[in-house]
């Protein structure tokens, strides 16, 4: 790769684990989900509303200034970074800051570089993500039936989706597919999806979807405990637990017949708050501690107050010293979300 440092920096360089981010639980904060649009190019509907109000861009970070920001966090100890949206590759020169936080994967001062993605502009960036350090991502897929696949994302293309993961695998990238467990649409899906993910070197999990942000559905209908889907796959796979992490909540098992691994990310029947690791930087600024809460830290203020790293780093310290013991996650009968905010704000 090219030399990604940006001559025109002004601000403090990176000084690695200069202050280690320690939460008042004792857990070290080393991972950092990015979102950094709040936009889509579809709109699912357990996540979104069909028509969405979305942040005004005058009101988003510039790419300069995420990347200042995270840099300031991967000093502090962050070890793997994901960037997430809405999509995040929908923003306008997303590469531009991929290519820049990349510089961190040549150094060794960053372990992962990686995102989560509809797939939909895969095609177009799955080369350069590679080119740029990169070598895994998430792809977001709930169902393989095209006509099932165009109602529950209101504007997607499966065909288009399939296309891109197909450019990832030619470029190298790892891919695991997520799926979120929706009772009544996908359940009996989720065998096929494990075969068709197994089948091609992807790995495949599965996630109960979380009552975060007003929509037009209701969660109680949609919700599916995974305790369920287990028991029903187990029904023609022999599943085995595996202590295999990748940095994230997922708890992992390994498919006898397929050989390969699924994976179950649980907020709501057995949360993963006991061993986080994570938090979660919106486009603005914004630092949630905590998906499921609502306390967070503005650190556009402290970004732009001063071109010094200390000034954000003590800010980031006051942050995760807030950070809660975990989240409060009920599926409201009411059909009242846990939080107000949409899940595209903070990315997962």
């Not at 002004?10 to 950094?36: E, W």
């Not at 359940?187 to 979807?209: K, N, Q, W, Y």
Request: net charge neutral; hydrophobic share 35%; with cysteine.
């Amino acid at each position: 790769m090219n030399s990604l440092v940006n001559p025109n920096d002004t601000h403090t360089p990176l000084r690695t684990n200069a202050h280690p981010m320690i939460d008042p639980f004792g857990r070290m904060v080393s991972y950092l989900r990015v979102s950094v649009t709040d936009r889509c190019d579809f709109r699912c509907t357990y996540c979104m509303a069909e028509n969405m109000t979305f942040l005004p861009k005058k009101d988003l970070l510039t790419l300069e200034e995420l990347d200042r920001l995270c840099s300031a966090f991967i000093g502090k100890g962050v070890r793997k970074l994901r960037l997430t949206g809405g999509e995040p590759l929908v923003r306008k020169n997303i590469m531009y800051l991929v290519r820049a936080l990349g510089r961190h994967i040549e150094t060794g001062a960053l372990e992962e570089l990686t995102l989560t993605t509809n797939g939909s502009q895969l095609t177009r960036y799955a080369e350069e993500l590679y080119d740029c350090g990169v070598r895994r991502i998430n792809v977001s897929v709930d169902t393989l039936d095209p006509d099932k696949f165009k109602a529950v994302t209101r504007w997607g293309d499966l065909q288009k989706v399939l296309e891109g993961i197909e450019a990832a695998r030619k470029a190298g990238l790892k891919i695991k597919l997520n799926a979120v467990a929706l009772k009544g649409f996908n359940e009996h899906e989720i065998p096929s999806m494990l075969r068709f993910a197994h089948e091609r070197g992807m790995d495949l999990t599965v996630i109960e979807t979380m009552p975060m942000g007003e929509i037009e559905e209701d969660r109680t209908d949609q919700y599916l405990p995974l305790s369920q889907v287990r028991a029903s796959l187990e029904e023609q796979f022999t599943l085995s637990d595996i202590p295999f992490k990748t940095g994230g909540p997922a708890r992992y098992v390994t498919v006898q017949e397929t050989g390969g691994k699924l994976g179950f990310i649980t907020p709501m029947t057995h949360n993963f708050c006991e061993s986080c690791n994570r938090v979660r930087l919106t486009c603005t600024g914004t630092l949630y501690m905590c998906l499921g809460q609502n306390d967070a830290a503005d650190l556009r203020t402290a970004l732009r107050a001063s071109t010094d790293d200390a000034y954000l780093s003590a800010a980031i310290d006051e942050a995760i010293s807030r950070k809660p013991k975990g989240h409060d996650f009920i599926i409201d009968r009411n059909n009242r979300p846990a939080v107000s905010r949409h899940m595209s704000v903070t990315g997962g």
